[in-house]
């Protein structure tokens, strides 16, 4: 079940998050990929010190943009001019509550020989690293400021690294009676590969709302399958398995490439931003919109590095 969570954005530097609720610590760190979603909530939480993980999202979230250190490539997309223009947005997100949240696993009830294949299977409601109170599987993203509204649609200068939708396919798979990744951020025009690489079948069902793919097949072991026509659009794509209760993933999906999911130590980064004014969103799937609502908060990006610091989800 839901409830309302709050958050307190730590403020950093350059950005700045506009905030009338809680304000919290700050920090410096970076890393993630991410992904986002719906629902509202609000309490509060605090948050504070942390850890300095730095961290590339590469492979696993999948349609997080490139994740090259340099930021721009070649001197010949990147026109001298957009020198300045792009900035690299970075933070953590930390768990807000007093008590970390305990882990646990699912019940497995079908399949267990496979599914129990690597041993018991934790829940992923709350993933959070008790070194650091990193949260995993949080999204972050960026959106057009409409007035102090969030616009999904809203059009975003994108950087020239970014112009080709990279890369074309994004994968999403099953080993042992999970989904893997367990949020993932899909770019519009990008194509998901759902894939079966276990040796049961799954039975996929992804539920796309009035924007997106809706589906319901049955995949059999290691066979996948393609699906195109995603749409940014504010609800997340929940996809789960008729077969095995348990399995649930979250998908996102952007018009543009500046998303990433937190990774193990609750770390994020989005690269080469456009300056300028826009809205910081960031969605949990059990805690629903971290710090706001789906309209986000004012975020300034200013050229170069912009450290969000600290960001803490309190359920
Ligand atoms: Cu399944």
Request: net charge positive; proline share 9%.
């Amino acid at each position: 079940m839901r409830q309302l969570y709050r958050v307190w954005f730590s403020t950093m530097s350059a950005v700045l998050v506009s905030t009338a609720l809680l304000g919290c610590s700050s920090g410096s760190n970076s890393g993630g990929s991410s992904a986002a979603g719906d629902t509202s909530k609000s309490r509060g939480a605090t948050s504070s010190t942390g850890a300095t993980t730095p961290m590339a999202p590469t492979g696993k979230t999948g349609p997080t943009g490139p994740t090259g250190k340099t930021g721009r490539t070649d001197t010949t997309t990147t026109p001298p001019a957009a020198q300045g223009d792009w900035g690299t947005l970075s933070g953590q997100i930390v768990w807000g509550g007093k008590e970390l949240p305990p882990v646990t696993f699912i019940n497995v009830d079908k399949d267990q020989a496979h599914c129990l294949g690597q041993g018991q299977i934790p829940r992923e409601d709350y993933v959070v690293n008790p070194k650091n109170k990193g949260v995993r599987w949080a999204m972050v993203w960026i959106a057009v400021d409409n007035e102090g509204k969030a616009d999904v649609k809203g059009k975003m200068p994108t950087h020239p690294r970014f112009e080709r939708v990279s890369p074309a396919k994004v994968v999403l798979d099953q080993p042992y009676c999970r989904f893997e990744p367990h949020v993932l951020g899909i770019r519009e025009g990008q194509i998901l590969e759902i894939k079966n690489s276990s040796p049961i079948p799954h039975n996929t069902n992804l539920i796309g709302g009035a924007l997106n793919p809706t589906l319901n097949v049955l995949l059999a072991p290691r066979t996948s399958k393609e699906i195109t026509g995603w749409k940014a659009a504010v609800p997340p794509v929940p996809i789960n398995c008729n077969i095995h209760g348990w399995m649930r993933g979250y998908i996102r999906v952007f018009n543009h490439p500046y998303f990433a999911v937190s990774d193990a130590d609750g770390n994020f980064k989005i690269e080469n931003a456009p300056v300028g004014k826009f809205r910081l969103l960031v969605w949990h799937p059990e805690a629903g919109w971290v710090g706001s609502d789906k309209n986000g908060k004012e975020l300034q990006i200013k050229p170069g590095t912009n450290d969000l610091g600290k960001i803490a989800l309190t359920p």
